[in-house]
């Protein structure tokens, strides 16, 4: 049975940092791409980081510089550090591995 675990949201005050994990059971990631998306309410649901089975990551340029996405060393949970949070990046965030995707978790900044 394969599932993505998502967990670290919250709230937080502008300026301030949190850091999601989503870990898969079920499967291996190994060899796939990981990503973190988000959606905030009345918008659709964007791409914010991915990171390569090579770790190559990518990000979307609106936190380009704040967050990072890393994996562990067994490939099995990886993380998004989110610093210098904004109000804009309040949204429900999910960690998505090849074609599965984890239950969502809420990241709320307040200004």
């Known amino acids: 049975d394969v599932q993505l675990q998502a967990s670290g949201g919250g709230l937080v005050q502008a300026g301030g940092s949190l850091r999601l994990s989503c870990a898969a059971s079920?499967?291996?990631?190994?060899?796939?791409?990981i990503a973190w998306f988000r959606q905030a309410p009345g918008k659709e649901r964007e791409e914010v980081a991915k990171?390569?089975?090579?770790?190559?990551?990518s990000y979307a340029d609106s936190v380009r510089g704040r967050f990072t996405i890393s994996r562990d060393n067994a490939g099995k949970t990886w993380y998004l550090q989110m610093n210098s949070l904004k109000p804009e990046d309040t949204a429900v965030y999910y960690c998505k591995a090849a074609s599965f995707w984890g239950r969502g978790t809420l990241v709320t900044v307040s200004s």
């Open positions: 079920g499967f291996s990631v190994d060899d796939y791409a």
């Open positions: 990171i390569t089975s090579g770790s190559v990551t």
